[in-house]
């Protein structure tokens, strides 16, 4: 595999995977990314032009998709609306990009006969009451909840489909909530530490009591290549980190980090039909690929998470007043 395209390679966890090709392969990369509200070219800034292309463009143009697809020996797919809350604002996006974007990728895909990894979530299963003792595996029935799961459910049958259908060469993971750098200050870990860094208080939905399986986006990527390289044409592989936390438990630790109260938070309005627990059993990957995750310890993970953006204002600052306004404006 020489030449590898990657969608939303500006994104958080997209740009990620694009470093760790650049830090442990020989691999040459093109980014195809539409450069939404969610993109940050400056992700991708330090990394050698001669290993990295950003193509600015649209997952749903097929011809372009089809052009791009022709000149690379794989894709791996990110490209997508991520975020749950606009996605209940407005569900418009997340149908275009997240459905038609993958079809305009599997039929550009299935006509060159190239090698596709999906990206998707974990929240694709619905979700578990906090003393289930299962957690969801490869089985687990799909159960989607909003609009942006749902249309990444529909994704993965899409992928499904296209395989079994037409033989087209993917693979899919499944992947927790991730943490790091990058990661837009309208997801949870980012809204709170900037909200405290910013002289203000995080914002937890409801009691707090919602459980997220946190693994760091490193970990994300390593699981990826492992599954590009080493997966079973048409198999899911689930990926996660074994990090089970509640929210008010996190936003306590992102406190305690700065030396603030432990109580020292606002309780707004509960996101609609949010979910309650995710829980990912990963043995799959381990067991299969050998896979294990380098960041064992959450904590580590979330103060040098905070450090990186203690440091990095200047990059999430323009973002920060708007993205508060709208939540602002739903209570939140
Ligand atoms: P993000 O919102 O940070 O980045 C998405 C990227 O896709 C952006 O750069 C954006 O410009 C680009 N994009 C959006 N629409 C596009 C289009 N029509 N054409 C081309 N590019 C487009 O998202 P993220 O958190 O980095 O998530 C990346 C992928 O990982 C998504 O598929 C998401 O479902 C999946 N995922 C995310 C998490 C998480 O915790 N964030 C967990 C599991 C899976
Ligand atoms: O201000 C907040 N307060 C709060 O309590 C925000 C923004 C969120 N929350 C809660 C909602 C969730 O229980 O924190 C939890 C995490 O919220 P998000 O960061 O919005 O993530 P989530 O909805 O769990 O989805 C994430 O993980 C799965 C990613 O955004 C998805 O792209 C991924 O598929």
Excluded at 272 to 277: K, N, T
Excluded at 292 to 321: C, M, S, V
Aim: proline share 4%.
């Amino acid at each position: 595999m020489d030449r590898l395209l990657v969608t939303g390679g500006a994104g958080f966890i997209g740009s990620n995977f694009v470093h760790h090709l650049v830090e442990h392969t020989d691999v040459a990369v093109t980014v195809l990314d539409k450069l939404t509200y969610a993109a940050s070219e400056a992700s991708l800034a330090e990394l050698p032009r001669d290993r990295v292309e950003l193509v600015v463009g649209d997952v749903v143009d097929a011809d372009l998709v089809e052009r791009l697809v022709g000149e690379h020996d794989a894709v791996v797919h990110y490209a997508a609306e991520s975020h749950n809350d606009n996605s209940l604002a407005d569900p418009s996006p997340f149908i275009q990009t997240n459905l038609v974007g993958t079809f305009t990728l599997l039929e550009a895909v299935r006509r060159a006969g190239t090698r596709l990894h999906h990206v998707s979530t974990d929240e694709v299963y619905g979700d578990l009451e906090l003393d289930d003792p299962e957690r969801f595996t490869e089985s687990t029935p799909y159960n989607p909840s909003s609009p942006y799961s749902a249309s990444k459910a529909g994704s993965d049958h899409l992928v499904r489909a296209w395989v079994r259908s037409f033989g087209v060469q993917a693979t899919i993971s499944n992947c927790s909530n991730n943490y790091g750098p990058w990661q837009h200050v309208e997801k949870f870990i980012p809204r709170q530490i900037t909200n405290i860094i910013d002289g203000g208080r995080p914002k937890l939905y409801g009691a707090g009591l919602n459980v997220r399986d946190w693994i760091h986006a490193d970990d994300h990527s390593s699981a990826v290549w492992t599954i590009l390289n080493h997966g079973r044409i048409g198999e899911t592989y689930l990926i996660g980190a074994d990090g089970e936390r509640n929210n008010l438990e996190v936003v306590q630790m992102i406190l305690t980090h700065f030396g603030r109260p432990a109580d020292d938070f606002d309780h707004v309005t509960d996101r609609a039909g949010h979910d309650l627990r995710y829980a990912i059993d990963s043995s799959k990957l381990r067991d299969e690929l050998g896979w294990h995750p380098r960041f064992g310890d959450f904590a580590t993970g979330l103060a040098r998470t905070i450090e990186w953006y203690e440091k990095h204002a200047e990059w999430w600052q323009p973002h920060k007043r708007a993205t508060e306004a709208s939540y602002a404006a739903r209570g939140q």
